[in-house]
Protein backbone atom coordinates (compact mmCIF):
# COMPACT_ATOMS: atom_id res chain seq x y z
CA UNK A 1 0.00 0.00 0.00
CA UNK A 2 1.46 3.43 -0.79
CA UNK A 3 0.74 6.07 1.70
CA UNK A 4 -0.13 9.50 0.46
CA UNK A 5 0.35 12.86 1.43
CA UNK A 6 -2.38 15.67 0.87
CA UNK A 7 -2.15 19.11 1.92
CA UNK A 8 -4.98 21.30 3.55
CA UNK A 9 -5.07 24.53 3.00
CA UNK A 10 -5.71 27.15 5.75
CA UNK A 11 -8.52 28.73 3.94
CA UNK A 12 -10.54 25.58 5.41
CA UNK A 13 -11.20 27.70 8.70
CA UNK A 14 -12.83 30.33 6.96
CA UNK A 15 -15.39 27.71 4.32
CA UNK A 16 -18.91 26.78 5.29
CA UNK A 17 -17.65 23.48 6.04
CA UNK A 18 -15.90 24.94 9.37
CA UNK A 19 -19.43 26.01 10.17
CA UNK A 20 -20.74 22.25 10.05
CA UNK A 21 -21.40 19.96 12.85
CA UNK A 22 -17.82 18.35 14.37
CA UNK A 23 -19.23 14.94 12.71
CA UNK A 24 -18.99 16.84 9.43
CA UNK A 25 -15.65 18.71 9.87
CA UNK A 26 -14.07 15.15 10.56
CA UNK A 27 -15.77 12.65 7.99
CA UNK A 28 -14.51 15.46 5.32
CA UNK A 29 -10.88 15.75 6.66
CA UNK A 30 -11.33 12.18 6.92
CA UNK A 31 -11.98 12.23 3.06
CA UNK A 32 -9.03 14.53 2.21
CA UNK A 33 -6.55 12.47 4.26
CA UNK A 34 -7.51 8.82 2.70
CA UNK A 35 -7.55 10.71 -0.86
CA UNK A 36 -5.42 9.67 -3.78
CA UNK A 37 -3.55 12.10 -6.09
CA UNK A 38 -6.85 11.83 -7.79
CA UNK A 39 -8.95 12.75 -5.43
CA UNK A 40 -10.55 9.36 -5.13
CA UNK A 41 -11.06 8.61 -1.38
CA UNK A 42 -11.55 4.57 -1.51
CA UNK A 43 -14.30 3.52 0.74
CA UNK A 44 -16.86 0.62 -0.35
CA UNK A 45 -19.55 1.93 1.85
CA UNK A 46 -20.36 4.35 4.51
CA UNK A 47 -19.50 1.55 7.30
CA UNK A 48 -16.10 1.95 5.94
CA UNK A 49 -15.85 5.58 6.23
CA UNK A 50 -18.07 5.95 9.58
CA UNK A 51 -15.30 3.55 10.93
CA UNK A 52 -12.09 5.45 9.88
CA UNK A 53 -13.35 8.77 10.46
CA UNK A 54 -14.80 7.10 13.86
CA UNK A 55 -17.44 8.89 13.85
CA UNK A 56 -21.32 7.14 14.28
CA UNK A 57 -23.01 5.86 10.77
CA UNK A 58 -26.00 7.81 11.12
CA UNK A 59 -23.93 11.21 11.59
CA UNK A 60 -21.21 9.81 8.77
CA UNK A 61 -24.35 9.13 5.97
CA UNK A 62 -25.79 12.48 7.27
CA UNK A 63 -22.46 14.55 6.41
CA UNK A 64 -22.18 12.25 3.09
CA UNK A 65 -25.53 13.41 2.03
CA UNK A 66 -24.47 16.75 3.23
CA UNK A 67 -21.31 16.81 0.85
CA UNK A 68 -22.88 15.24 -2.26
CA UNK A 69 -25.95 18.19 -2.19
CA UNK A 70 -25.26 21.56 -3.11
CA UNK A 71 -24.33 24.48 -0.85
CA UNK A 72 -25.34 27.89 -1.20
CA UNK A 73 -22.37 29.10 1.62
CA UNK A 74 -19.75 27.27 -0.28
CA UNK A 75 -16.98 29.80 -1.24
CA UNK A 76 -17.07 28.76 -5.10
CA UNK A 77 -19.86 27.23 -6.75
CA UNK A 78 -18.23 24.81 -8.69
CA UNK A 79 -20.25 21.82 -8.83
CA UNK A 80 -22.97 24.05 -7.68
CA UNK A 81 -21.20 23.66 -4.08
CA UNK A 82 -21.34 19.89 -3.92
CA UNK A 83 -17.97 18.63 -2.24
CA UNK A 84 -18.22 14.66 -3.28
CA UNK A 85 -19.75 12.50 -5.87
CA UNK A 86 -19.86 8.50 -5.12
CA UNK A 87 -18.31 6.83 -8.00
CA UNK A 88 -17.28 3.36 -8.29
CA UNK A 89 -15.15 2.32 -4.93
CA UNK A 90 -15.56 5.27 -2.87
CA UNK A 91 -16.05 9.46 -3.20
CA UNK A 92 -14.62 11.62 -5.46
CA UNK A 93 -13.32 14.91 -3.90
CA UNK A 94 -14.47 17.15 -6.68
CA UNK A 95 -12.13 20.14 -6.31
CA UNK A 96 -9.34 17.95 -5.75
CA UNK A 97 -7.70 18.50 -9.05
CA UNK A 98 -7.82 22.39 -8.54
CA UNK A 99 -6.16 22.22 -5.16
CA UNK A 100 -3.55 19.52 -6.19
CA UNK A 101 -3.05 22.16 -9.34
CA UNK A 102 -2.04 24.77 -6.69
CA UNK A 103 -0.03 22.90 -4.52
CA UNK A 104 2.06 21.70 -7.32
CA UNK A 105 2.74 25.42 -8.76
CA UNK A 106 3.64 26.50 -5.05
CA UNK A 107 6.12 24.07 -5.32
CA UNK A 108 7.47 24.70 -8.30
CA UNK A 109 8.06 28.23 -7.74
CA UNK A 110 9.80 27.60 -4.45
CA UNK A 111 11.74 25.09 -6.31
CA UNK A 112 12.77 27.79 -8.73
CA UNK A 113 13.30 30.16 -5.94
CA UNK A 114 16.05 27.75 -4.50
CA UNK A 115 17.81 27.03 -8.08
CA UNK A 116 17.83 30.51 -8.81
CA UNK A 117 19.33 31.72 -5.48
CA UNK A 118 22.19 28.93 -5.93
CA UNK A 119 22.95 29.89 -9.23
CA UNK A 120 23.14 33.27 -8.19
CA UNK A 121 25.62 32.84 -5.20
CA UNK A 122 27.62 30.48 -7.24
CA UNK A 123 28.34 33.36 -9.98
CA UNK A 124 29.62 35.35 -7.47
CA UNK A 125 33.21 35.85 -8.79
CA UNK A 126 36.27 37.76 -7.86
CA UNK A 127 39.52 37.84 -9.90
CA UNK A 128 42.63 37.13 -7.95
CA UNK A 129 45.91 37.13 -9.79
CA UNK A 130 44.73 35.32 -12.57
CA UNK A 131 42.73 32.95 -10.40
CA UNK A 132 39.07 33.08 -10.03
CA UNK A 133 37.47 31.60 -6.79
CA UNK A 134 33.87 32.20 -5.25
CA UNK A 135 33.52 34.12 -2.46
CA UNK A 136 31.05 36.10 0.00
CA UNK A 137 30.85 39.62 0.38
CA UNK A 138 32.42 39.39 3.94
CA UNK A 139 35.39 36.94 2.41
CA UNK A 140 36.48 39.61 0.14
CA UNK A 141 39.59 41.35 1.29
CA UNK A 142 41.01 44.17 0.11
CA UNK A 143 45.14 43.25 -0.92
CA UNK A 144 45.96 47.10 -2.15
CA UNK A 145 48.14 48.44 0.43
CA UNK A 146 49.54 52.23 0.74
CA UNK A 147 52.91 51.57 -1.12
CA UNK A 148 52.95 52.89 -5.12
CA UNK A 149 53.97 49.56 -6.35
CA UNK A 150 50.55 48.29 -5.75
CA UNK A 151 49.24 51.00 -8.03
CA UNK A 152 50.91 49.54 -10.96
CA UNK A 153 49.55 46.45 -13.58
CA UNK A 154 50.16 43.34 -11.78
CA UNK A 155 52.25 42.38 -14.99
CA UNK A 156 54.41 45.30 -14.24
CA UNK A 157 54.94 43.95 -10.38
CA UNK A 158 58.45 42.93 -9.30
CA UNK A 159 59.02 39.15 -8.81
CA UNK A 160 59.10 39.55 -4.58
CA UNK A 161 55.55 41.39 -5.05
CA UNK A 162 54.23 38.78 -6.97
CA UNK A 163 55.18 35.75 -4.44
CA UNK A 164 53.77 38.22 -2.04
CA UNK A 165 50.65 38.14 -3.41
CA UNK A 166 50.69 34.49 -4.39
CA UNK A 167 51.28 33.54 -1.03
CA UNK A 168 48.10 36.01 0.67
CA UNK A 169 46.20 34.49 -1.74
CA UNK A 170 47.22 31.19 -0.54
CA UNK A 171 46.06 32.29 3.22
CA UNK A 172 43.19 33.28 1.90
CA UNK A 173 41.81 29.92 0.29
CA UNK A 174 43.08 28.13 2.95
CA UNK A 175 41.01 30.20 5.19
CA UNK A 176 37.68 29.95 2.75
CA UNK A 177 38.43 25.85 3.11
CA UNK A 178 38.56 25.76 6.28
Known amino acids: MRYMYNKIFTKILDSSIWLAPDP ?5 I ?14 ACPENLAS ?14 SFESPDPYA ?15 GWLVLNAEKYR ?3 T ?19 RVTECNGLKR ?3 PSEHINIKSSDSEDQRPLKMASKERIEELRRRVA ?7 E
Open 24 to 28: HRIVW
Open 30 to 43: TLIAAMDRHGIAQF
Open 52 to 65: RARVSLKETKKAIE
Open 75 to 89: PTQEFEGRRIERIDG
Open 101 to 103: NIV
Open 105 to 123: AAVAAEKTRERVRKHREAK
Open 134 to 136: SVT
Open 171 to 177: GVVKHVK
